[in-house]
T-cell receptor
C-alpha cells in the first residue's frame, strides 16, 4: 500500500516531443504528489507538485495531470529540450511527512 | 543559504570499516531525512527526524546503521561495520514543515560510498 509505481523506466524522445511519465498509488491517505528531477551527480530537486483537490497543474512546460478516482498521476513535458534529459521521480506523501518515491524514469531528449 | 551540505562527497573504504556521513540541513528547517539511492532499489528513505528527534527509522536496513541529530544544524549517518552491499549514494534532505503547503524537501549533493 505504501508503493508508488512509475513507468516507463526509460524514455527517449526527439527535441520538441512530449514525453509522458505515469505513476500509480494505492494509499488513499496520500495528499501531496511531487515530481523531482535529478541530473547526474546531483541530488533530486523539486520540479512541480500537486494536491488531489485539482486535476491539473501547469508550470511552464511541465504539467501534472491527476486522476483521483484511478489513483494515477502523470507528468507531461511540452516542447522537450535536450536540457530536460534527466531522471524524473514521482512521489507521494501523507501527513506523516514521509515521501514515497517511484522507481524513476530516465529521459533522454535527442537534439 | 548554501543549501543542504553533505560531507564527504566521496568515500571509499574497506569492508568492516566504520563509515560516518555528515549533513548540515538548511537553517530553520525542522525536518531532516536520510535516503539511500541504488540502481536496484531506487531512492529509499532510511530515517527522518523532526526537531532533532527520530520519528521513523523503519527504513534503516539493519543494526549496522545508526543515525543521530545532536542539534538542529548537524546529523550523522554511521555504518559499522560496512559491507560491499552498502555501496550507494546517500542523500540528506531537509524540509521546513511537511504538513503544510511548504513541504518541499531540499536534497544535498549526496555522498557516494564505495565499500570494497
Amino acid at each position: 500500500q505504501q508503493q508508488v509505481k512509475q513507468s516507463p523506466q526509460s524514455l527517449i524522445v526527439q527535441k520538441g516531443g512530449i514525453p509522458i511519465i505515469n505513476c500509480a498509488y494505492e494509499n488513499t491517505a496520500f495528499d501531496y504528489f511531487p515530481w523531482y528531477q535529478q541530473f547526474p551527480g546531483k541530488g533530486p530537486a523539486l520540479l512541480i507538485a500537486i494536491r488531489p483537490d485539482v486535476s491539473e497543474k501547469k508550470e511552464g512546460r511541465f504539467t501534472i495531470s491527476f486522476n483521483k478516482s484511478a489513483k494515477q498521476f502523470s507528468l507531461h513535458i511540452m516542447d522537450s529540450q535536450p536540457g530536460d534529459s534527466a531522471t524524473y521521480f514521482c512521489a507521494a506523501m501523507s501527513n506523516t511527512g514521509k515521501l514515497i518515491f517511484g522507481q524513476g524514469t530516465t529521459l533522454q531528449v535527442k537534439p | 543559504d548554501a543549501g543542504v551540505i553533505q560531507s564527504p562527497r566521496h568515500e571509499v573504504t574497506e569492508m568492516g570499516q566504520e563509515v560516518t556521513l555528515r549533513c548540515k540541513p538548511i537553517s530553520g528547517h525542522d525536518y531532516l531525512f536520510w535516503y539511500r539511492q541504488t540502481m536496484m532499489r531506487g531512492l529509499e528513505l532510511l530515517i527522518y527526524f523532526n526537531n532533532n528527534v527520530p520519528i521513523d527509522d523503519s527504513g534503516m536496513p539493519e543494526d549496522r546503521f545508526s543515525a543521530k541529530m545532536p542539534n538542529a544544524s548537524f546529523s550523522t549517518l554511521k555504518i559499522q561495520p560496512s559491507e560491499p552491499r552498502d555501496s550507494a549514494v546517500y542523500f540528506c534532505a531537509s524540509s521546513p514543515l511537511p504538513g503544510s503547503l511548504a513541504n518541499e524537501q531540499f536534497f544535498g549533493p549526496g555522498t557516494r560510498l564505495t565499500v570494497l
